[in-house]
């Protein structure tokens, strides 16, 4: 059975940074388009950043463009999101996602079919 694990949230000062990771077990995410989202306490889930297969292609939010990066590392069979310059607005659970659509880096919730369980971001003021 194919699962993904987030881990590297935590709570952190505005302007601060993380780096969340994506580990797959039971399967290789080389094969896969990944992508981030996160969803707020009382709001729907929202599109992050996406990567496809091969990395050729990413896409981001508006909110997160010039502080997010998101990276493929087919070695460790990991899909990371760096975030600098937090704010408290990223306050959010992170999830992590794989579509077998790969080629390219997909923006929205019902583009992906496996979902991890997420991992709480905080950022304080």
């Known amino acids: 059975q194919v699962q993904l694990v987030e881990s590297g949230g935590g709570l952190v000062q505005a302007g601060g940074s993380l780096r969340l990771s994506c580990a797959a077990s039971?399967?290789?995410?080389?094969?896969?388009?990944m992508g981030w989202f996160r969803q707020a306490p009382g709001k729907e889930r929202e599109f992050v950043a996406a990567i496809n297969w091969s990395g050729s292609s990413t896409d981001y939010a508006d909110s997160v463009i010039g502080r997010f990066t998101i990276a493929r590392d087919n070695a460790k069979n990991t899909v990371n999101l760096r975030m600098s310059n937090l704010k408290a607005e990223d306050t959010a659970v992170y999830y992590c996602?794989?579509?077998?659509?790969?080629?390219?880096?997909?923006?929205?919730?019902?583009?992906?079919?496996?979902w991890g369980q997420g991992t709480q971001v905080t950022v304080s003021s």
């Open positions: 039971g399967r290789t995410l080389i094969s896969l388009a």
């Open positions: 996602a794989a579509a077998t659509l790969n080629g390219r880096a997909w923006t929205r919730v019902s583009q992906y079919q496996l």
